[in-house]
């Protein structure tokens, strides 16, 4: 991005801000090993709402994509995410789901996206994708990947899905990467457990340590 913003030179990756070689790359078939983390992103109007969960090495374990109505998508969110730990996009209609799901599971956390989160979030999945940290099968994800793009404007870098397209699954799994950044410092144990192991600080949330 900067030899293409400052030195004039074009992009092989025409505006694509993970690199078509870095994606192609990650691929890998879908693991077996139990979710660690998982990545929501919440369908607005037509888009759909997809789910990521990495394992422990940050591969691709389940991919879940659907359109449901809210009720229906809260009680699949909920069965899915369990006890694991989970950052959910609590954007607009988003924000009162993921206050809905955090009565019951204190390990799920809303993200906000802006313009600025949201480019923080993207330049996160680049590193992860160009250091080859990550793994996702060919599909839907990869394909979202591929079409991805960037544009700057005044107040910074632009990230979106061509017009008419969706970046649903490229939300998802940004934000299941975002989390497993979170989540290595964090151990998820019952309240009773933590009680009697340590005295929890004032303001921390209750089963984290």
């Given at each position: 991005?900067?030899?293409?913003?400052?030195?004039?030179?074009?992009?092989?990756?025409?505006?694509?801000?993970?690199?078509?070689?870095?994606?192609?790359?990650?691929?890998?078939?879908?693991?077996?090993?139990?979710?660690?983390?998982?990545?929501?992103?919440?369908?607005?109007?037509?888009?759909?709402?997809?789910?990521?969960?990495?394992?422990?090495?940050?591969?691709?374990?389940?991919?879940?994509?659907?359109q449901r109505?809210?009720?229906?998508?809260?009680?699949?969110?909920?069965?899915?995410?369990?006890?694991?730990?989970?950052?959910?996009?609590?954007?607009?209609?988003?924000?009162?789901?993921?206050?809905?799901?955090?009565?019951?599971?204190?390990?799920?956390?809303?993200?906000?996206?802006?313009?600025?989160?949201?480019?923080?979030?993207?330049?996160?999945?680049?590193?992860?994708?160009?250091?080859?940290?990550?793994?996702?099968?060919?599909?839907?994800?990869?394909?979202?990947?591929?079409?991805?793009?960037?544009?700057?404007?005044?107040?910074?870098?632009?990230?979106?899905?061509?017009?008419?397209?969706?970046?649903?699954?490229?939300?998802?799994?940004?934000?299941?990467?975002?989390?497993?950044?979170?989540?290595?410092?964090?151990?998820?144990?019952?309240?009773?457990?933590e009680k009697?192991?340590?005295?929890?600080?004032?303001?921390?949330?209750?089963?984290?340590?």
């Amino acid at each position: 991005m900067f030899r293409e913003l400052y030195y004039a030179e074009p992009s092989d990756d025409q505006g694509n801000p993970f690199g078509i070689e870095a994606i192609e790359k990650c691929l890998g078939p879908v693991s077996a090993e139990p979710v660690a983390v998982w990545g929501w992103d919440l369908a607005k109007y037509q888009d759909w709402t997809v789910g990521v969960g990495l394992d422990a090495s940050e591969r691709v374990s389940v991919f879940e994509r659907f359109q449901r109505p809210w009720e229906e998508t809260v009680s699949a969110i909920r069965g899915l995410v369990g006890g694991t730990p989970a950052l959910i996009d609590s954007t607009g209609v988003g924000d009162p789901i993921v206050e809905r799901l955090q009565r019951t599971l204190p390990n799920v956390q809303g993200f906000l996206f802006s313009p600025t989160s949201k480019q923080r979030l993207m330049e996160g999945l680049a590193v992860a994708i160009q250091h080859e940290e990550i793994s996702y099968p060919d599909g839907p994800i990869a394909q979202e990947l591929r079409d991805f793009e960037f544009a700057y404007t005044r107040t910074g870098v632009r990230y979106s899905a061509p017009e008419g397209a969706h970046d649903d699954c490229v939300c998802g799994l940004a934000l299941a990467v975002q989390m497993r950044s979170k989540a290595v410092t964090m151990s998820w144990v019952p309240v009773e457990e933590e009680k009697q192991t340590q005295v929890v600080p004032q303001g921390r949330r209750a089963g984290w340590r």
